[in-house]
């Protein structure tokens, strides 16, 4: 595998609210994550922060990742209690009060990857069946789109693109949406925050994602786009690269 994270505040914002990382653990298996913060002045931050150490300390104690349904189980046990630790810290810090974060992660093995999604930060995939999204926003506007009220063209530009649905340490109970797909050697993996997605368009990321090249160099290559277009989010984005048996390694992990 070849894996890294990568973020950058962008040219309008004047903090980073995004957090995230790509984490291995003592098996090998890859744990990446993408944590888009909101709530207030620098509130996003801790929120984003919190989920993502708490998940990482719990990767590292994972023992065994056989199946799918351990994957999903570890997701929806561990981003549950990140749920709560966050909403606990927000009620009892007024200055944190609200606070909460998207997240997108993705568990990989050599064999499959199962991802969790809370939110509108997402994740794509790149495998012989070609480009595509995996997730689902849990957006204002996405529900416009699913109800046919407007066109997915008229959803990259609406005035309430960024108003989501759903987000981790809000509400005492959370539902998240997880799915699992077979990985293989050339496939590859794409988590981003909507500072990346709703400027970078999904041929653009394709293109990039399918040079040849380090991916430190194509995560470079997809931030300095956003930033070209505009950059007034920030932008976090996680690659994955199932290379051949044998070579493995993490850059900025």
Request: proline letters at 2%.
């Amino acid at each position: 595998m070849k894996a890294i994270f990568k973020t950058d505040t962008g040219k309008v914002r004047p903090h980073n609210e995004d957090n995230g990382g790509v984490f291995v653990n003592h098996r090998g298996d890859y744990l990446a994550i993408v944590a888009d913060g909101m709530g207030g002045h620098k509130a996003g931050e801790v929120a984003s922060q919190c989920a993502v150490s708490h998940l990482k300390d719990q990767w590292q104690q994972v023992d065994t990742m056989e199946t799918p349904a351990q994957a999903e189980n570890w997701f929806r046990t561990n981003i549950t209690a990140v749920n709560k630790q966050i909403l606990k810290y927000s009620r009892e810090n007024k200055e944190y009060e609200g606070m909460g974060t998207t997240i997108v992660a993705v568990i990989v093995t050599d064999k499959f990857a199962t991802v969790a999604n809370i939110g509108d930060s997402r994740c794509y995939v790149m495998n012989e069946q070609g480009y595509k999204q995996l997730t689902e926003d849990h957006s204002f506007v996405n529900e416009l789109v699913k109800t046919g009220q407007i066109t997915p063209e008229d959803a990259a530009h609406h005035p309430r693109k960024n108003i989501v649905l759903k987000a981790v340490g809000t509400e005492p109970d959370i539902e998240m949406d997880t799915k699992t797909i077979t990985f293989e050697e050339g496939d590859k993996i794409l988590l981003c925050s909507d500072g990346l997605s709703d400027k970078v368009t999904k041929d653009e990321m394709e293109s990039i994602l399918n040079e040849q090249g380090d991916v430190e160099e194509k995560a470079g290559k997809l931030i300095q786009m956003a930033n070209q277009y505009g950059g007034e989010d920030n932008i976090s984005l996680a690659i994955i690269e199932y290379e051949a048996r044998g070579e493995s390694r993490c850059n900025g992990c």
